[in-house]
């Protein structure tokens, strides 16, 4: 295989990880080359990236423009959590559950062993006892003593297994009559 020109060794695109190190005259460049390899060029550069074989289906333009978002994605991030868990319910069928959005005053109520709890939403965290913490799940463990999602926490998700009626197996008990 011949050398491209400016051809970036694995791992050198991330170097430091910065993409203040990593300008984007550079990365256009990069990506300029990348259209202008060859599909076995593009394969090879595929494997260096993503760690595994390419799909045979993948054409030469489609392989080029993964590479290149690949790229930019280890440069600049990927999607954000909101955005992974939408794209991924398309895929598996389940509905995301729509995100709710908590204003500046909404007061969240708890009790706990017999003790009321009011949290109190502000702007960059919540108020529990006088002290502003970063997190739900923070005050939750504070609470409790142990780890807790504090969102369920507070009643604002459902448990994993309620999201989903239950079905009932059907039981069917045989009795024997003795004579």
Known sequence: ???HRNRYAPGEILSGGDPDVMKRKEIAALIDEIQEMSKDQLRVRWLELFKKSVP???TKDLLARMIAYRIREQVFGGLDRKTEKI?????SDKPASPPRYLKSGTVLVREYQGVRHT????????????????????????????????PRFFGLREKANDR???????????????S
């Open 56 to 58: 045979d289906a993948l």
């Open 164 to 178: 989903e009626p239950r079905r009932e197996a059907q039981k069917t008990s045989r009795r024997r009559i003795s």
């Open 119 to 150: 949290v109190t939403i502000v702007d960059g965290g919540y108020l529990w006892n006088d002290k502003k913490y970063p997190s739900l799940s923070t005050i939750a463990k504070e609470i409790t003593g142990t780890a807790w999602n504090g």
């Open 87 to 91: 794209l991924g319910s398309y895929v």
């Open 1 to 3: 295989m011949p050398k």
